[in-house]
Structure formats: structure tokens, C-alpha cells
């Protein structure tokens, strides 16, 4: 209940730490109406809110992202009805923005004056959001698992496993058009959590090809050197200033610095 939420962000103090707990606690709500609407029989959760809640990453993500993995059972307009429903029941004032597009599925669900009751701002009009997509058409290869995580509410979730999970990191990292620090942060916690983890590569050579990579294909002998690279003639500086806001500990970014992050590719290469 909303009730509950504002108390939630009272016990934190400064404004990041209030928005990513609002955040979260909205997120795990959405989460447990698509669990109960029968999503995840067959939408597996993926992208960095569910390294989160699944696997513990200690960083806040925005938007909670999703592959589809056999026909949906729940139609997303549908979907999309329901959680406003359930929202506004529980007292929160939302609006909606969406396409159902054929391939990827997206959606805004809008906020108002939360922010403000929320004492996060001081403008009753600032509204916030939280993203919804469904990848329709998801490259081929992924191992799913299904997990059960408590996280403000008990859900059950299909997921990717971890070496999954870990291929669409190396894709980002390797075609992405700009540096998302947070991509970087991620690595490094990989790295360090699970040693000599190595990606779904069947996933990762089909996810590259479906974006028109055109350069090297990673594989067992090369993907440590081919995103050494990557991270070596990143702007440092960039990469801390995207990702700082959503870190439980900002402090974390003096362990996950460039060197160390290479230094860990580094490990097993040359």
C-alpha cells in the first residue's frame, strides 16, 4: 500500500537513496501483479533490476525487462489494465504510455505528485516513471531456470540462468553506441562474485548477429581480450557519473575501478 511505500522512503536519507527505494518497492509491486496474472510461465526476467532481485547486484536499476520465451498467456494490453487496477486501488495516481509493437513491447507506467508525498521534490507535478518491456523476438539460446525470491513480496520468476544473463552483458558492453556505466560496474561485480564465469556463448553469438555486429565473434579463447578492449578506452570519468546514483554504496566505486575491472579480464587471458 502506498501508506506503506512512504514510510519505506522516510528511513533513508538524501534524495538518491529515497528515489531508488521508491522505485524499488513500486517495481517488486509490478512484479508480484505480473506473477499473479500467470507472466511468468512464459516471460523470462532479464536486464540489471533482475540481476538485483535475483542475484543480489548491489546497484538500483530503472526499468524491468523481459524475454519472451514461449506464446505470452497474457495479452500485454491486458497486462498493462491490471497493474494500473491493482495500483490505483492501492492509492497511487498513475497514468500510462505504451506501444505494443510486434517485436519489442514497451510501456511507461506514470506516476504523479508521488514524488512529492514522497518528500523527493518539492514540485507536486514532477511525476515519475517506471519502464515495462517485453522483448518479443529475443535472440535464440538462452538456458532458463525458474527461481522463487522474497523481496517485499514472495514471487516466482522464469529468468535466464547466470551465464545467460551474463552473454547480454558482454552485448551490451560490445554494441552499445555509447558508454552506460552501469554496464561496466556490472562486469566488474561478474567478475568478482563468480570466478572464471564464462558467457552463454551460443547466446551471445546470436544476440550480436541479430544487432549487426560486424567485428570479431567472441568465443572461449577471445571474449576476455575483445572486451578488455572495450573497457580499456572507455572515459572512466563517464562511467562513474552514469552509475554512481544507483549504487547502494557509492564507495564501491573505489574497489570497481577501470584497472581492477581489467585487471580481472586480465586474470585468465594473457
Same mark, same amino acid.
Given at each position: ?15 538518491? $537513496? ?25 516471460? $523470462?526476467?532479464?536486464?540489471?533490476? $533482475? ?17 519472451? $520465451? ?5 495479452? &500485454? ?107 561496466? &560496474? ?69 574497489? &570497481? ?14
Amino acid at each position: 500500500m502506498k501508506d506503506y511505500l512512504l514510510e519505506l522512503v522516510s528511513r533513508k536519507e538524501g534524495y538518491n $537513496a529515497k528515489l531508488n527505494a521508491m522505485r524499488e518497492y513500486l517495481q517488486a509491486y509490478t512484479l508480484r501483479v505480473m506473477h499473479d496474472e500467470g507472466v511468468f510461465r512464459s516471460v $523470462a526476467f532479464l536486464g540489471g533490476t $533482475a540481476l538485483r532481485f535475483l542475484h543480489g547486484l548491489p546497484r538500483f536499476s530503472e526499468d524491468l525487462d523481459f524475454s519472451l $520465451a514461449q506464446k505470452p498467456q497474457v495479452k &500485454f494490453e491486458v497486462l498493462l489494465k491490471k497493474i494500473m487496477s491493482e495500483l490505483a486501488a492501492a492509492g497511487y495516481d498513475v497514468s500510462l504510455g505504451y506501444n505494443d509493437k510486434k517485436t519489442v513491447n514497451s510501456a511507461f507506467v506514470k506516476f504523479s505528485g508521488l514524488m512529492f508525498e514522497a518528500g523527493i521534490s518539492p514540485l507536486k507535478s514532477q511525476k515519475f516513471s517506471i519502464k515495462i518491456e517485453i522483448d518479443n523476438n529475443p535472440p535464440r539460446g538462452a538456458i532458463l531456470e525458474t527461481q522463487l525470491v522474497n523481496k517485499y513480496f514472495p514471487i516466482s520468476f522464469l529468468s535466464y540462468d547466470i551465464n545467460s544473463l551474463f552473454a547480454g552483458k558482454l552485448h551490451a558492453l560490445l554494441s552499445r553506441k555509447y558508454a552506460k556505466g552501469r554496464d561496466y &560496474f556490472d562486469l566488474g561485480w561478474y567478475l568478482s562474485k563468480w570466478k572464471g564465469i564464462e558467457p552463454n556463448f551460443a547466446l551471445l553469438k546470436n544476440a550480436l548477429e541479430q544487432t549487426g555486429w560486424s567485428g570479431r565473434v567472441p568465443d572461449k579463447d577471445n571474449w576476455r581480450e575483445l572486451i578488455y578492449k572495450v573497457v580499456e578506452h572507455v572515459d572512466w570519468k563517464k562511467v562513474k557519473q552514469d552509475v554512481e546514483q544507483f549504487l547502494e554504496n557509492p564507495l564501491d566505486l573505489h574497489i &570497481f575501478t577501470q584497472e581492477n575491472v581489467m585487471r580481472l579480464l586480465k586474470l585468465e587471458v594473457f
